[in-house]
């Protein structure tokens, strides 16, 4: 199984400002790395895949970068609809999540 | 439109058996790069997948919870079913129903339906 580990596990934040969430792999993910944000009460969102590659609608503020086993979510300047929680999932093998990023307003 | 909603009983006992049912639009289950997969996320905690199934019938099943999923599809009604066997309260989670469509083995979901809490409790 493939160990997802984000950090940090919440991270506080004033609005406007940058974000960056980190994502490691206990093995090579290559780039099968997506993104997701998830608000209280809903069912995740896909921002990223391939590691970089913003899905369909989503704001050009959120930005993926890495390869390998590390991984960064980059958002540019955070707006109220932003803080929520984000995981990262890769899916070079069996699928498997991380423990998930809470990003709470300052 | 892609929607999938979750169906199923909110409340079961434990050592009982619980059936999920997945109603996907918007898009056939016949279509060979469509793949509908389950997770759950216990609550306060991450997300899980347990399952998923191909166009072709083909399956995949989470290594620790082999033994007691079952998933299956009927094409003609647009409907994924997972059932998960002897239940025990650390079961109790939101399960979802998610969707995948750029062909590969694993992959990563596009859409999501709204997820159904079941909480395993005598």
């Known amino acids: 199984e493939v160990v997802m580990t984000q950090s940090p596990a919440t991270m506080s934040v004033s609005p406007g400002e940058r974000a960056t969430l980190s994502c490691r792999a206990s093995?090579?993910?290559?780039?099968?790395l997506a993104w997701y944000q998830q608000k209280p009460g809903q069912a995740p969102r896909l921002l990223i895949y391939?590691?970089?590659t913003r899905a369909t609608g989503i704001p050009s503020r959120f930005s993926g970068s890495g390869s390998g086993t590390e991984f960064t979510l980059t958002i540019s300047s955070l707006q109220s609809e932003d803080f929520a929680v984000y995981y990262c999932?890769?899916?070079?093998?069996?699928?498997?999540f991380g423990q998930g990023t809470k990003v709470e307003i300052k | 439109q892609v929607t999938l909603k979750e169906s199923g009983p909110v409340l079961v006992k434990p050592t009982e058996t619980l059936t999920l049912t997945c109603t996907v639009s918007?898009?056939?289950?016949?279509?060979?790069?469509?793949?509908v997969t389950w997770i759950r996320q216990p609550p306060g905690r991450a997300l899980e997948w347990l399952a998923h199934?191909?166009?072709?019938?083909?399956?995949a099943y989470s290594a620790s919870l082999r033994s007691r999923l079952t998933v299956s599809k009927d094409t003609s009604k647009s409907q994924v079913v997972l059932t998960v066997t002897n239940l025990d309260p650390v079961d109790t989670a939101t399960y979802y129903c998610?969707?995948?469509?750029?062909?590969?083995?694993?992959?990563?979901?596009?859409?999501w339906g709204q997820g159904t809490l079941v909480t395993v409790s005598s």
């Open positions: 998610a969707r995948s469509s750029s062909g590969y083995y694993y992959d990563y979901f596009d859409f």
């Open positions: 093995q090579s993910v290559t780039t099968f």
């Open positions: 999932q890769q899916y070079n093998k069996w699928p498997t």
């Open positions: 199934i191909f166009s072709d019938d083909e399956k």
């Open positions: 918007g898009f056939s289950l016949s279509n060979t790069r469509m793949v």
């Open positions: 391939g590691a970089s």
